[in-house]
Every structure is written in structure tokens, then in C-alpha cells.
T-cell receptor
Framework: EPEVTQTPSHQVTQMGQEVILRCVPISNHLYFYWYRQILGQKVEFLVSFYNNEISEKSEIFDDQFSVERPDGSNFTLKIRSTKLEDSAMYFC???????????????FGEGSRLTVL | AQKITQTQPGMFVQEKEAVTLDCTYDTSDPSYGLFWYKQPSSGEMIFLIY??????QNATEGRYSLNFQKARKSANLVISASQLGDSAMYFC??????????????FGEGTQLTVNP
């Protein structure tokens, strides 16, 4: 069964450094998302991506964040200058497979844990 | 106002008994979907069950069923015959808009379920 894969599974970085989190979504999906989950808290929406552009973003997704899907497969989240409060689990997700019996459910990757020191 | 409310931060249940996890939602969109995800301690997000706003029947998936009360805007998850492996965080989530809209999911705060032997 196809799945969403994320790398790295865990990254430790110094405050102020750039971080790139990578995701390979399920190929048939049309919508892609990044969510984050600060330890012990709920899952928060960051950004959605459709047709090679951002379709929606939250107030969390400020100028420090960017996303791209450069080669039609990898979907990346870049944090330009990390802050301590960026420490969280970051989940990539995909949705909507046209022609399938799809509920619009999000298929999540296993997450990338980011620790900012 | 919160779109998804889970009022039970923690729940305990004896093995083999049934448990209900509460979820209420708030939306003015006539088309929406409600989801439950399980997050074990390993951190991944596992889809459990889906209920569409126009579905006439309550959704069921094995030991999981969704008690959908549209007028009350509630979508409680019922787990029958609890197992030790059911111990996890459970998140209720909502998509506003139809299945192919690509709308983000909004998550509740979660309920930590502990199944006692």
C-alpha cells in the first residue's frame, strides 16, 4: 500500500539555522499539507499546496516558512531561521485521489521531529 | 470559537469494555466531513473512521463506530471491546467543504485514552 514518507525522522539544529524537511507524498494525491504538533499539544495546520502553489496558509506560516514541490514528487518545508518555538513534530499529508472512493481523508507521514537548541 | 471541541483530556477504560470519546464541532458549511485519528506514543497519525455530513447512517469500521448527532453537532467515537493496544491519543477533526475541496482538517485538542488490564 502506498504511503507518505518523510525525512529526516529527527533533526536537531541550532537556533537561527535553516532546516529543510522533505516528504514524498502518495503519487495520486492532488493536495498536500504540512501540519505541526508541539509536544503534548494538538495538531496545527500550517499550509496546503495544490497545483504547484499554496492554496491556504495559517497565521503560523509566516515569512520564515516556505514550501515547494520542485520535481513533482518531493514536497519540502523550509524554515529559514529556526527559533526555539519551532521545535515540534512536523507532519506531511496528502489527500484526494480522483476516481477513487475517497473521503478527503488526510494520509499522514510518520512525521519529522525538529529540535531547535 | 473552537471548531472542534474534545472535552475529555484523559479517559480510562478497562480492557474489553466499551468507551466513548466525545467530540463536538461548529460549522455553518452544509457540507463537511468528520474524522477520527489515533496517535500512539510512537507519534504517527492513524486514520480510524470518517462521517460525511450527508451520510444517513452512522459510520462503522470494525470495533470503531461514530455516533453522529447532526442536530447536536456531535461526532463521538465509540470503541467497543477495548484492547491494551488502543491506549493512545485520539483526535477528532473536521473538513469544511466537500470531499474533493482539499480543505484543511481542523483538529481538536485530543483525548488520551488509557486501557487498563
Amino acid at each position: 500500500e502506498p504511503e507518505v514518507t518523510q525525512t529526516p525522522s529527527h533533526q536537531v539544529t541550532q537556533m537561527g539555522q535553516e532546516v529543510i524537511l522533505r516528504c514524498v507524498p502518495i503519487s495520486n494525491h492532488l493536495y498536500f499539507y504540512w501540519y505541526r504538533q508541539i509536544l503534548g499539544q494538538k495538531v496545527e495546520f500550517l499550509v496546503s499546496f495544490y497545483n504547484n502553489e499554496i492554496s491556504e496558509k495559517s497565521e503560523i506560516f509566516d515569512d520564515q516558512f516556505s514550501v515547494e514541490r520542485p520535481d513533482g514528487s518531493n514536497f519540502t518545508l523550509k524554515i529559514r531561521s529556526t527559533k526555539l518555538e519551532d521545535s515540534a513534530m512536523y507532519f506531511c499529508a496528502g489527500a484526494w485521489n480522483p476516481g477513487a472512493d475517497d473521503t478527503g481523508e488526510l494520509f499522514f507521514g510518520e512525521g519529522s521531529r525538529l529540535t531547535v537548541l | 470559537a473552537q471548531k472542534i471541541t474534545q472535552t475529555q483530556p484523559g479517559m480510562f477504560v478497562q480492557e474489553k469494555e466499551a468507551v466513548t470519546l466525545d467530540c463536538t464541532y461548529d460549522t455553518s458549511d452544509p457540507s463537511y466531513g468528520l474524522f477520527w485519528y489515533k496517535q500512539p506514543s510512537s507519534g504517527e497519525m492513524i486514520f480510524l473512521i470518517y462521517q460525511g455530513s450527508y451520510d444517513q447512517q452512522n459510520a462503522t469500521e470494525g470495533r470503531y463506530s461514530l455516533n453522529f448527532q447532526k442536530a447536536r453537532k456531535s461526532a463521538n467515537l465509540v470503541i467497543s471491546a477495548s484492547q491494551l493496544g488502543d491506549s493512545a491519543m485520539y483526535f477528532c477533526a473536521m473538513r469544511e467543504g466537500w470531499e474533493a475541496s482539499g480543505s484543511r482538517l481542523t483538529f481538536g485538542e485530543g483525548t488520551q485514552l488509557t486501557v487498563n488490564p
